[in-house]
């Protein structure tokens, strides 16, 4: 059993920058793929990122390309969601989720394939 919490949601102007994380509550993190998801209002939720259980491959929705970083470290049991240059359509309410141990599938975008779900934190953007 995983728990995971958010945090550093809040607002911010356009073009601004945000770091959110998410703290599990036991080492076994530290063989769980995490991702990222956001849902909007009226919206279905949608995949943002992913990261490996060592980190070497991430994956990203192309919307967020080249301005979302997502990292991990696994000694803190964290994992972080650095967003730069935001945009308003950027605001949601942002989860993280974690896959069971060593999760080695094709694929990472879809929430089918996690287990465990924090709460959410909410990131709104002003334009």
């Known amino acids: 059993q995983v728990q995971l919490v958010e945090s550093g949601g809040g607002l911010v102007q356009a073009g601004g920058s945000l770091r959110l994380s998410c703290a599990a509550s036991?080492?076994?993190?530290?063989?769980?793929?995490m991702g990222w998801f956001r849902q909007a209002p009226g919206k279905e939720r949608e995949f943002v990122a992913a990261?490996?259980?060592?980190?070497?491959?991430?994956y990203y929705e192309d919307s967020v390309k080249g301005r979302f970083t997502i990292s991990r470290d696994n000694a803190k049991a964290t994992v972080y969601l650095q967003m730069n240059s935001l945009k308003p359509e950027d605001t949601a309410v942002y989860y993280c989720?974690?896959?069971?141990?060593?999760?080695?599938?094709?694929?990472?975008?879809?929430?089918?394939?996690?287990?465990?779900w924090g709460q959410g934190t909410q990131v709104a953007v002003s334009s």
């Open positions: 989720a974690a896959t069971g141990p060593y999760y080695s599938g094709s694929y990472y975008n879809t929430e089918r394939i996690y287990m465990y």
């Open positions: 036991r080492r076994t993190f530290n063989t769980n793929v």
């Open positions: 990261i490996t259980w060592d980190s070497s491959s991430t």
